[in-house]
């Protein structure tokens, strides 16, 4: 089987962009695939008796987590600016995402949707934001945004989260690795190495 | 000023423990000094409302750190057993550890007592093995016993709680450098580059 791994996702959430932002080129240094799955946290957190993220609901934590964001994006090179409103919505974007998993342009789309909001401090909820980067990611957009408010294509994120649900995902970002689970882009590397060390026909954990 | 990072830990902490095992061969390669901080997580986190640790209390999370345990111990080489009662009691150890700091034996004690729990499943919170492992490092049992147990003794664990509570940590293992707040194991390596880096007379951060 080829070496892939799988990397579910909120566009919301701050260490999901950290690793949106080096997972493709870290995953072609260890000869990996990457298969984007975008998943609403939002239903996660519910389930927790969490009203928002824990970011917000823990004032200690959350004001380490953007210190710790600006020294991780610094070590890895990657733009970073504290998002003025926190979690942003990104509904459009994620269903847009979640409905065309196939298209070449998907992860490039995910990047620029998350820099607008945590590079820029800008919206991510925005139909003309959308439409804006898949015509410049050669997409046809208003196709796109069609297909995408159609109820095929809202179910799509939808069933991403139910999945993430019965998978046991608690947070974001989440790697797996046929059925081995990694939590935290803190553990990209070591699911990337995890990947790599699969050899044709192994089973799955 | 010395190169020196502050190792804020509670023994009954599983992320800890991993700390607890490499930090000072990490230190000694980055050329920094360690100070062990003993700290009881349970009034931080009853603070935020929670009545014991968050993988007990959140259960996808829980049964997800017991095998990311099994997996970053196998990756140090530490040994690991997971406990089958988590967590621990262990204020008995602690208490000798905060008011014994500037001991030789204290970081090889916290060591020891760690690894009854998490390599041996065995209790900690136990007068008869912190006797034997005080005896086994060279160290006179029943004075450590006795100053332990004395008001002087035992405010030393509720000054460095006090304390920790005071500097905003939330979690275990916390580590600072001056005034940089690095959380949880995998900052280490963060944690030290950044005391490696910190030349004489430097400011706070």
Redesign the interface.
């Known amino acids: 089987m080829t070496r892939r791994i799988e990397f579910w996702f909120d566009m919301s959430s701050n260490y999901s962009y950290v690793s949106s932002m080096r997972i493709e080129a870290a995953a072609a240094r260890a000869g990996v695939g990457v298969a984007w799955l975008p998943f609403l946290l939002g239903p996660i957190f519910a389930e927790?008796g969490w009203s928002t993220s824990p970011f917000v609901l823990?004032k200690?934590?959350g004001?380490?987590v953007w210190?710790?964001m600006q020294?991780q994006c610094a070590?890895h090179g990657i733009a970073f600016r504290r998002p003025s409103d926190f979690p942003r919505k990104a509904t459009l974007p994620m269903r847009i995402a979640a409905a065309h998993a196939d298209e070449a342009w998907m992860p490039a789309f995910c990047q620029a949707v998350m820099a607008e909001n945590f590079a820029h401090d800008r919206a991510m909820d925005d139909e003309a934001l959308c439409t804006g980067l898949l015509g410049g990611l050669g997409a046809d957009a208003a196709t796109v945004l069609a297909q995408s408010a159609s109820p095929e294509g809202r179910a799509a994120l939808r069933r991403n989260t139910e999945q993430a649900q019965g998978r046991?995902?608690?947070?974001a970002p989440t790697f797996f690795v046929g059925a081995e689970?990694?939590?935290?882009d803190?553990?990209l590397d070591?699911a990337l190495a995890w990947a790599a060390r699969r050899e044709f026909g192994e089973g799955e954990s």
């Open positions: 927790l823990q200690a934590k004001a380490y210190r710790d020294r070590k046991g995902i608690f947070g689970m990694f939590w935290g803190d553990r070591d």
